[in-house]
């Protein structure tokens, strides 16, 4: 009896069936309304020409049909003619069968699924369509094309109807991607020298996916790329090392990163104008000494950035910048009676103040430093008092350096650098009794 009434429902199942076929051929379609549920759908697999897919059972369902269409073609409302039936999917198990495969798809495209539901009348009691994906092609030709201290830009060769593309930090991916890209490149962030170490640097492998729906994408095959490289860090510790005006002879100095693979060192007149440009590798780095007509008395700006050379291209990292302002040049220092001392100096334009300093030798490799005074940037001389009272000044020399403050260059204000260290290149005196 119970053969009887299966063999009875699968008669009445393809007879309707039929029958939607054929009202679908005369433009009667079969919508959302046709049914009562839906049907909670999702893909399990992706390869270049085949996907899988598999529901949830549905109540009161005794059998499952499902085709599928390109994605280009859907619409909800779409009649069932149009649609192609999944002949992989033979319901054996009747309410059981719950998964299907679907073949002879192209790679990298898109299409949609639908699954009815049917009593055993054929009935249609649910029905859920599902976006589902085959993978993409292979990604090739993972280059970097650009650097910064802090990211790096890969590119390649696109995948044609790829949603888009993962990156993935090392070779393969296993691992969750680190960046997402729609197009083919995308910049690495959050990198720093000191990923860079001995002789390592990073790899990064590129796959495209196709996205289905929700959280499902098929992955294609990927390339990796060679090591990359980011910028130079912004130069540290980039100072001037002395300027003496007497001699006109600047030096700066600045710490080896150990990573860049040279730097150009720019001088700037003080109205940002490049009067002279040093490039060299980093077996000459550390120190310059400049000798430039054009900034004697009138103050530069040093810019200093190191570069990594990059599959033949130089990259270049964030300048570091200093403001030099000049020294008054003291033009007569003469001693007085009584350990004093009278100072004359060449001004110093847009100086606010001058600050004058002594560095007296008293013997036994010992100075005493002293701030002698601050007067205004509307003097060019002055007379040195109680220097006398220091041991041993008056067998030794004492010597002098003229501080130019408040000299304004691009709408800051500067101060000439005075370093005691120094002192044996500054001018000098015997005091007097």
Known sequence: MNTIKNKQSTIWLCVITMLFLALGTFGTSITAKAATATI????????????????????????????????????????????????????NGGADDTSASLTGLSSTSHYYVRVYAHKSNGQIIAKSDLLVVTTPGKVEDVVQTDATSDSVTLSWTAVEGADGYYVYAGNGTDSEPIATSTTNSAVVTGLSESD?????????????????????SAI?????????????????????HSWLSKNNKATVKWKYSGYADGYELEILNTKNEVIKTYKYDTWKTGQQILKISSIKDTGFIAKIRGYKTINGKEYYGDSSTITCVPDAKITKLKALKNGQASIKWKKVKGASNYTIYAIMDVGKNKVVKKKVAKISGKKTSYTVKNLKKYKNS???????????????????????QYDYKQYKTFKKVKLKN
């Open 40 to 91: 909670n759908i999702k893909q399990t697999k992706a390869r270049a020409t085949s996907i899988n897919y598999e529901w949830d059972k549905i109540s009161g369902a005794e059998s499952y049909s499902t085709y599928y269409i390109d994605a280009a073609s859907y619409s909800e409302d779409l009649a069932i003619g149009k649609w192609k039936t999944n002949s992989n999917y033979v319901a």
């Open 196 to 216: 860079y170490t001995g002789s390592t640097a990073p790899k990064y492998t590129v796959a495209a996916f196709c996205k289905g729906a929700g959280e499902f």
């Open 220 to 240: 294609g095959y990927s390339d990796t790329s060679e090591y990359v490289y980011i910028a130079p860090a912004k130069i540290k510790e980039f100072a001037l």
């Open 394 to 416: 008056y067998k030794y020399n004492t010597y002098f350096y003229v501080q130019a403050n408040g000299v304004k260059i691009n709408g800051k204000k500067y101060n000439s």
